[in-house]
C-alpha cells in the first residue's frame, strides 16, 4: 500500500465527519426534513401510509408551515406521493427501481474502487479499518438500524476518499432511495448482517492490497446479492 495520497484520492479530509449537523443549528423546515424522511427511512411510516400535514407537525411539535415544506421536498426526491385526490402517501420503491439503482451502484463503484486501490494513505486505510470494525460490534449485537447506517457511511467512505463530488452526490441520493430495501435484506436474511461485513471486509483487504481487479470484482459480487435477494419473487 501506498503511503501517499495519488493524484485522484485528493480533496477530501483522510477522515471525514459523516453524519449531520445538530439539530440546534438547522432551519425547522430542515429539521422537518430530516426527522420525516428518517422515520420513512426505518419504516416507522411504511410504505403506502396516510400522512396529514396537522399530524405531522403535532408529531414533530413545530408549525405545518416547515413540514409543508420539508414534504415539498419529499416528494421532490420520491420518498412521497402528494395528490389532491389521494393526499399525502408513503412511496415504495418499485422493483424496477431497484434495479435501476443497484445498475449504476455497480458502475460508480467498481469505478472508484479501481481508482483508489493502492493510493490510500495511512488515515484512509485505518478509517476504513474502523468502519469494519463497527460493522462487526453492530452485526454480533443484531442492531440492523445501527448496520443500515454504517453500510451506508462505509460505501460513501469509499467515494469520499475517491475525491469526485459529483460521484458522492449521487451516491448519497441512491442509498437514500435503497435504504428501507437496504434494511429488508437484514431484517429477512439474518445471515446477512455477519455476511456483509465480511464481504466488506474482503474489500477493503483488495484496496489495501493494491489489487484493484479483485476489490472491482469483490464489490461487484457483494451488490449483485443484494440486487438478487430484492428482485426475486416474495416469499423466498
Known sequence: MSTTTAA???RRN????MGTPPTSRLLLKDRAYLELKQLIQDVTFEPGTFLSERQLATRLGMSKTPVKAALERLEMEGFITVSPQQGIVVREISMQQVADQFEIRLALETHVLRTITGHLNDDQATALKASIKQQKLAAKQRDVALLVKLDAEFHMLLCRFHGNGEIERVMNQLREKIHRA?????QQQPTRLSASCNEHEAVVDAVL???ADLAAQRISEHLDYGRTFLLAPRGR
Open 8 to 10: 485522484r484520492p485528493r
Open 182 to 186: 437496504t434494511a429488508r435484506v437484514y
Open 209 to 211: 492490497s493494491g489489487d
Open 14 to 17: 483522510s477522515q471525514p465527519t
